[in-house]
């Protein structure tokens, strides 16, 4: 299995839209293992479309607990126990991650039960460890390493970027935050950087339509970064290639790839991909878009 980054769900916010894209998922497989990034809705159906088996499911990472980047996670580790799940799965995610689980447990302790004692399957209560993360390095196991820093994404607090490392080559996901120079530090040489952006013109026509005006733009603003921004983290950080993920707008018909493109080439002259559902990025692929 060549290593790989496919970008399942790529808009940023949890609202969907006829024919739009899905809120933010990613699959990374790295060094022989599979790792789901965020669960937002539509993960499970991501995933499957990339070929992944999902009772191989073994490793999930979640960055925070909005629900663009949490709603399946529940639903998509159910579903692969369905499928034929029979290992432990780990899932990784910041506090409160635990309450989630229980609770969907809970919800769903109906069904779990009745499918144990009528179709024979083993406990999903008993498969699936739930690991509160803060701030440093979280894993490292068979050559990967996995660490986190906390980013700026008010007024959650408990937010973070990760870094995968391994010898096939390192990936950093900036989760959901505003304009943060640290984070050029911590994605120092990645191969990939994968950053959620914003487009300035887009913001005024989404927060018209989804109608809680003044109130979104203020978060929007306060809470995410443009995609000049978090192209000036990439030139910062020396990255082989700047992935814009999380898009904001993500389906204004207004807008293009070649606007998105135009605002990071402002601060960025390296390799650019700009997310769509299901693409497929190389890792440590050193060609130029
Ligand atoms: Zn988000
Ligand atoms: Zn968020």
């Not at 493109?261 to 700009?274: M, Q, S, Y």
Request: aromatic content about 6%; charged content about 20%.
């Amino acid at each position: 299995m060549s290593s790989r980054l496919v970008l399942l769900g790529s808009k940023g916010g949890p609202a969907i839209r006829p024919g739009g894209p899905w809120p933010t998922s990613s699959l990374l497989q790295i060094g022989g293992r599979t790792v789901v990034v965020d669960c937002g809705l539509g993960v499970t159906r991501g995933l499957t479309n990339a070929s992944v088996a999902l009772k191989t499911l073994d490793l999930i990472v979640i960055t925070h607990l909005h629900s663009d980047h949490v709603l399946e996670l529940g639903p998509l580790i159910h579903t692969a126990w369905t499928a034929g799940l029979s290992q432990p799965v780990r899932v990784f995610g910041p506090a409160g991650t635990r309450a989630y689980w229980q609770g969907f447990l809970q919800s769903m302790a109906f069904d779990i039960d009745i499918r144990i004692v009528d179709e024979g399957r083993p406990d999903l209560r008993a498969l699936v460890e739930v690991i509160e993360f803060s701030e440093g390095e979280i894993l490292s196991e068979s050559g990967l390493t996995l660490s986190a820093l906390r980013v700026d994404h008010p007024p959650v607090t408990d937010c973070f970027a990760l870094r995968f490392d391994h010898a096939e080559g390192s990936v950093v996901f900036s989760s959901d935050t505003a304009y943060f120079p640290p984070l050029a530090d911590f994605a120092k040489g990645a191969d990939i950087l994968v950053h959620e952006a914003m487009l300035a013109e887009g913001v005024d026509r989404l927060v018209a339509r989804t109608g809680n005006g003044a109130r979104l733009k203020e978060h929007l603003l306060a809470s995410h970064s443009f995609a000049g921004e978090a192209a000036a983290i990439a030139t910062a950080a020396g990255v082989g290639r700047l992935v814009l993920h999380h898009l904001i707008p993500a389906d204004d018909p207004e807008i293009s790839e070649t606007d998105w493109i135009a605002a990071t080439r402002k601060n960025w002259a390296g390799a650019l991909t700009i997310a769509a559902d299901g693409l497929v990025v190389k890792i440590a692929d050193d060609s130029s878009v």
